[in-house]
């Protein structure tokens, strides 16, 4: 069985941090890449990071510079840090994973069931 499981929302005041972390079983994750979406009320779920299998990463203009997305292979688990918080950055936050599942060579896509972050005064 697939799992993504988030952590490490919560509400922060502007200016502030947080840092999510994903934590995975069930998928192959050193042969996954990873990524973080994020979806405020009212709007479509937006990418805001991502890492590729080989260390390779991107972020959404919004968040570049703010934001760092990394992975720890050995705990399967891969972290948004984030620093700088807008209160435009309150949304539900998704972990995402492309890779192939144990006993499998195909990839598939997978997701978290996603994390409330609150900026705000």
């Known amino acids: 069985q697939v799992q993504l499981v988030e952590s490490g929302g919560g509400s922060v005041q502007p200016g502030g941090s947080l840092r999510l972390s994903c934590a995975t079983a069930?998928?192959?994750?050193?042969?996954?890449?990873m990524a973080w979406y994020r979806q405020a009320p009212g709007q479509l779920r937006e990418l805001v990071a991502g890492i590729t299998s080989g260390g390779v990463t991107d972020y959404a203009d919004v968040v570049q510079g703010r934001f760092a997305i990394s992975r720890d292979n050995a705990r399967r688990t891969v972290y948004l840090q984030m620093n700088s918080l807008k209160p435009e950055d309150t949304a539900v936050y998704f972990c995402?994973?492309?890779?192939?599942?144990?006993?499998?060579?195909?990839?598939?896509?997978?997701w978290g069931q996603g994390i409330q972050v609150t900026v705000s005064s």
């Open positions: 995402n994973a492309k890779g192939p599942r144990y006993g499998r060579s195909s990839s598939s896509a997978f």
């Open positions: 069930g998928i192959l994750f050193s042969r996954s890449d």
